[in-house]
């Protein structure tokens, strides 16, 4: 077991806020809060995804740029839910938007090291700003800026697999994977920009269950709980 990293940025899926309720589940970011707020001996950063209100490559509603917008604007909705379930957790927790609002602060890295460094979470909203990319290159691109030393990459499945285990019951999750051999196989589990910027900032990345109870914990403390990408 390695030391745990200083500092993380959890990417976290819309999907995960969301329940039997609809986009927003009292029980879902109940149990969320209670995984990331007791770790206050690791700095971490979160990317919200806006997928429990809209997915711009999937929805045939909107054109592709209208539905991106859309799903940053959603990002910001669910920034401020998460934010205040953290806060009753007891955790002081800064929201950066890439989209300007009255209920958000800019981004700002300097702002957000600063923050992070004096126990708050910072949770970053509003994907890139742009449509077209996903919420997965934001992520990348915010771990890089705040000097992040693991990208965490919450998932419902327990990391990558060798083939698509829906599919195929024989299929094999893998301990390691460097980020060439991760770009080579266009494994769909991430965004192939984020993994190429991660990998010209040798960023490692943890894909990992989030379902899991205390996987966040565990890999504070240095342990691998799903699939290591790297070099």
């Given at each position: 077991?390695?030391?745990?990293?200083?500092?993380?940025?959890?990417?976290?899926?819309?999907?995960?806020?969301?329940?039997?309720?609809?986009?927003?589940?009292?029980?879902?970011?109940?149990?969320?809060?209670?995984?990331?707020?007791?770790?206050?001996?690791?700095?971490?950063?979160?990317?919200?995804?806006?997928?429990?209100?809209?997915?711009?490559?999937?929805?045939?509603?909107?054109?592709?740029?209208?539905?991106?917008?859309?799903?940053?604007?959603?990002?910001?909705?669910?920034?401020?839910?998460?934010?205040?379930?953290?806060?009753?957790?007891?955790?002081?927790?800064?929201?950066?938007?890439?989209?300007?609002?009255?209920?958000?602060?800019?981004?700002?890295?300097?702002?957000?090291?600063?923050?992070?460094?004096?126990?708050?979470?910072?949770?970053?909203?509003?994907?890139?700003?742009?449509?077209?990319?996903?919420?997965?290159?934001?992520?990348?691109?915010?771990?890089?800026?705040?000097?992040?030393?693991?990208?965490?990459?919450?998932?419902?499945?327990?990391?990558?697999?060798?083939?698509?285990?829906?599919?195929?019951s024989s299929a094999r999750r893998l301990s390691h994977v460097s980020f060439d051999e991760f770009l080579a196989a266009r494994y769909g589990v991430m965004d192939q920009v984020a993994v190429e910027i991660c990998r010209e900032h040798r960023l490692p990345i943890e894909v990992f269950d989030f379902d899991r109870p205390g996987a966040l914990r565990a890999l504070?403390?240095?342990?691998?709980?799903?699939?290591?990408?790297?070099?």
């Amino acid at each position: 077991m390695t030391p745990g990293p200083s500092r993380i940025l959890l990417k976290l899926s819309g999907e995960a806020l969301q329940g039997p309720e609809g986009a927003f589940s009292p029980d879902s970011l109940s149990r969320i809060a209670g995984e990331i707020a007791p770790l206050s001996s690791t700095q971490i950063a979160i990317v919200v995804g806006g997928g429990n209100v809209i997915r711009g490559a999937r929805t045939e509603a909107f054109d592709r740029v209208e539905a991106d917008t859309l799903g940053m604007l959603a990002t910001v909705i669910n920034a401020l839910a998460l934010r205040t379930y953290l806060e009753h957790a007891g955790r002081d927790v800064f929201v950066q938007s890439a989209i300007g609002t009255e209920l958000t602060d800019p981004i700002s890295p300097r702002d957000a090291r600063k923050a992070l460094s004096g126990g708050a979470i910072v949770v970053f909203a509003g994907g890139t700003g742009s449509p077209l990319v996903t919420t997965d290159t934001a992520a990348a691109l915010r771990a890089v800026s705040i000097g992040a030393d693991l990208l965490a990459k919450a998932s419902n499945v327990p990391g990558v697999f060798d083939r698509d285990p829906a599919k195929d019951s024989s299929a094999r999750r893998l301990s390691h994977v460097s980020f060439d051999e991760f770009l080579a196989a266009r494994y769909g589990v991430m965004d192939q920009v984020a993994v190429e910027i991660c990998r010209e900032h040798r960023l490692p990345i943890e894909v990992f269950d989030f379902d899991r109870p205390g996987a966040l914990r565990a890999l504070t403390e240095g342990k691998r709980v799903g699939t290591r990408i790297g070099a």
